[in-house]
């Protein structure tokens, strides 16, 4: 456990400087394109989360070139040591800003001196301090999710080992799947350091989100509009929920964190009434990087067409450009590295076949890696063929599998999101003549709605596993019924209050659930693991030589998986005599057509 804090201070630390940097850089530029455009400071939270978009970048430039590990942390510090010289000013300015200002700790006037002195910016540090703890003490144990020891773990290794390997998909077809957060998974696992690979990047993400949670339920008495607040409480419910993951390389806590946080600070903008270019375009990039992250998250880009069409109604086309390169920049190291692993531009989505490279992947792998995936989601005791040719009569199948928390779940943000799009389209079709202004001015929080209401739609209909759309499903639960309960002035009707009450009741059970899930974890932690995290379980597998490279396979009845220390695996042995590998693993893999 001590180990696990002490690398989420380093690691805290460093995105901290490195997401002052990210900002700074982007408020020069936006002054550059638009003097008059004023970028309100971010938060805290918001920077970290913008020091691990900015981390996870470097992470993966440095990958294309060789392994993330010892000198890739050394190059990254070097980098932190610069800007902390060349701007001192503009840290402390920040920090300064984060000690006084009502919109980054607490709301203006709920403490006479409004600082870190404040009696109740002691509590909120405590309840930081103590999710600190608790997050650390949780994620202390083994891992429990079995794509750790499948593929992620293996990933990983690679990662620090070569950084990105042509063809790296021939050897084993899940390791071409390019989460981008393995990067940085890669760059603060730190073997070289502890001797041992540390894997509590899920465990930071999630404290960093409770951090953001618990800042913005501060503000609340000072709000007459709670819906932004009302999502700050979701994301400490779900930084509780994903716990049993923190101690994987578990990859769907951060796209879901900051599909949560973009969607608590573009709210909280509407509620505030302020359009703040500079704001939205930070998000957008937020929004980019959480796609490259996990695609399960894709349609929150669709936010984007908000400042979009706000600047092609302006003519502001020189803005539009510089925003869509740094758009790009988001996004091309992830495509850049899809083409390197598999050969194509995003895996495994054969049908952007671009590139005649000779290490690309077979088609036929990539669309049985998608269905198979597909058919387990929706029917797992069917085999492929029937779940993919099931209509929709997988549905019924799909829902009575689901545990009793999820089937509530489900239910009630049907009940919510049927409600809240028959309230929008009698708005905007029945009543368009009546309230044509008013309408107008609820445009952009009905689009909000839209996008939500797209991720849940691309969810259900690709792979319905809630592991990969929490934040899809916890948003409508924590919008609509706010947002009604808002219009109502008092009058509430009682199919408003029935949704209020259901989204309560599952808010209650998740966190009480969890809660107690996580004091379980850790008491484990307190047990076993009070110094150092678990390490990665090494499994017993077979060795075998390939072109005079050595590799590990299964042994006929053994272990199904690989963990860390067995390296490199050989998904398929039977492929043995197609591989095609050079002299050095990081010259590439290939099959022999």
Not at 22 to 35: D, M, P, R, S
Not at 210 to 230: E, P, Q, V, Y
Not at 260 to 268: D, R, S
Not at 483 to 506: F, P, W
């Amino acid at each position: 456990m001590l180990s696990i804090l002490l690398s989420w201070i380093y690691m805290g630390s460093i995105a901290c400087i490195m997401g002052i940097a990210v900002f700074h850089g982007f408020q020069l530029v936006t002054k550059k394109i638009n003097a008059e455009e004023k970028n309100r400071l971010p938060s805290f939270s918001y920077v970290l989360f913008l020091g691990v978009m900015g981390c996870t970048l470097y992470a993966q430039l440095w990958g294309i070139f060789g392994g993330i590990a010892f000198e890739a942390s050394i190059g990254l510090l070097i980098m932190v040591f610069l800007y902390i010289v060349f701007f001192p000013r503009y840290i402390l300015k920040l920090i300064k800003y984060w000690r006084n200002d009502q919109y980054a700790f607490l709301p203006e006037n709920w403490t006479k001196r409004g600082n870190i002195k404040g009696a109740e910016n002691r509590i909120i540090v405590g309840l930081i301090i103590i999710a600190g703890i608790s997050y650390a003490l949780a994620s202390a144990g083994p891992a429990k999710l079995i794509d750790t020891p499948w593929y992620h773990a293996q990933n990983i290794r690679w990662l620090e080992e070569y950084g990105a390997v042509k063809g790296l998909g021939n050897l084993f077809p899940s390791l071409a799947y390019n989460n981008s957060q393995h990067y940085f998974d890669a760059l603060f696992s730190m073997k070289w350091l502890w001797g041992q690979s540390l894997r509590n990047s899920g465990g930071f993400f999630g404290l960093i989100l409770f951090i953001h949670g618990i800042l913005r339920i501060a503000k609340w008495n000072t709000h007459k509009s709670h819906i932004a607040d009302m999502i700050g409480i979701w994301e400490i419910t779900y930084s509780i929920i994903v716990t049993a993951f923190y101690t994987d390389p578990y990859v769907d806590t951060l796209p879901n964190a900051l599909v949560l946080v973009i969607f608590t600070e573009w709210i909280g903008r509407l509620e505030e009434n302020t359009e703040d270019m500079g704001a939205m375009i930070l998000d957008c990039l937020l929004c980019i990087f959480a796609a490259v992250c996990k695609l399960s998250v894709v349609m929150v880009v669709f936010l984007a067409l908000h400042p979009l069409i706000i600047l092609l109604r302006q003519k502001r086309m020189k803005e539009i450009i510089v925003y869509l390169i740094m758009g790009i920049s988001v996004a091309l190291p992830f495509l850049i590295t899809n083409i390197i692993t598999s050969g194509y531009l995003i895996y495994p989505l054969a049908s952007l076949d671009l590139f005649p490279v000779y290490w690309k992947m077979d088609k036929e792998i990539l669309k049985y890696m998608v269905d198979s995936m597909v058919a387990f989601a929706r029917m797992p005791a069917a085999t492929m063929e029937e779940a993919l040719n099931a209509g929709i009569s997988w549905i019924p199948i799909w829902f009575q599998n689901e545990s009793v928390s999820h089937k509530l779940l489900y239910i009630v943000i049907l009940m919510v999101t049927v409600y809240d799009i028959h309230r929008i389209i009698k708005q905007v079709i029945c009543d368009k003549e009546k309230s044509r202004g008013k309408i107008q001015k609820e445009l952009p929080m009905i689009w909000v709605r839209i996008c939500i209401y797209l991720g849940l739609l691309y969810w259900f209909f690709s792979i319905p596993q809630v592991k990969y759309c929490w934040a899809f499903l916890i948003l409508p639960l924590a919008i609509v019924p706010i947002y009604y309960k808002q219009k109502s002035e008092g009058n509430r009707k009682a199919s408003e209050k029935i949704l209020l009450i259901s989204t309560m009741t599952v808010l209650l059970i998740y966190s009480g659930f969890y809660s107690l899930r996580t004091l379980g974890y850790m008491k484990e932690g307190i047990l076993h693991y009070p110094i150092k995290q678990a390490d990665y379980i090494v499994y017993n597998l077979e060795e075998i030589e390939v072109d005079n490279h050595k590799f590990y396979i299964r042994k006929e009845g053994g272990d199904l998986t690989c963990g860390y220390y067995a390296f490199p695996y050989l998904d398929n042995p039977e492929n043995r005599n197609r591989l095609v590998l050079g002299q050095s693993l990081k010259d590439g893999i290939s099959y022999r057509k």
